[in-house]
């Protein structure tokens, strides 16, 4: 079976001489979410980046059978999309962020714009989690973590190109009740059909969550990876 997203043997080097983590193997099909598990430095966040595309790899990744060159890397990555834990680091504005984003050409022409060339609704969903627009114009570096990381994601949600995103403790941030709204959300796009969203690959530490979320649950080790059934109660 082809899947949305293959996984194929890959590994991801450390230094020279060492690998991070070497075969692992496995499919991503629609309406997974695949929450990632393993001890703090196994390179959960490494292998999300080698998926996008971001860090060099061996082995193979296939989004829908086809390497992300065949599609032209910024295109893959309009469909395979990396949301990073920190987006803090990041230059300038969310605004300014949002407009060099939608400026490229490999995003969709379907984005939704006012007169003024502002894209709607990554801000519309940023509001629906208590972002004030005018924060989209304060530097990244002057919102708190919180902030940033759910406008960050509103922006990867709003845009709706991509099929498959991948999510780095995407509410590491945030307070409990900011936690429900955003995993309530992104669980209404992976069931709405006017959402491209079909699958998500969720790194996260908490247990709790990794049960509200997942549907699938994938332990990395530096040797490979493996499926485990389901998460027992606590
Ligand atoms: N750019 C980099 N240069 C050198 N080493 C790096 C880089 N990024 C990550 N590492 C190292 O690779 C290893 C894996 O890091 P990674 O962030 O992928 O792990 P993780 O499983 O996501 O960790 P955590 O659960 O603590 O977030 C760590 O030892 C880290 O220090």
Redesign the pocket.
Known sequence: MVGLLQVCNLSCA?DRDHN?FSNLNFVVDEEDVVVLQ?K???????LLKCVAHLNMYGGEVLYRGRTPKSYGVPTYRTKVSYVPQRPSLLSGTPRDFLKTVTSFRSRAPKVVRKSDGDVTYPIEVANAWGIDEELWDRNWSNLSGGESQRIALAIAIGLNTAEVLLLDEPTSALDPYSTTLVEGFISDELRSAESELKAIIWITHSEEQARRVGTRFLHVTPTGCEEEPSLSEP
């Open positions: 450390k991070l393993g703090s430095g196994v390179g959960k966040t490494s």
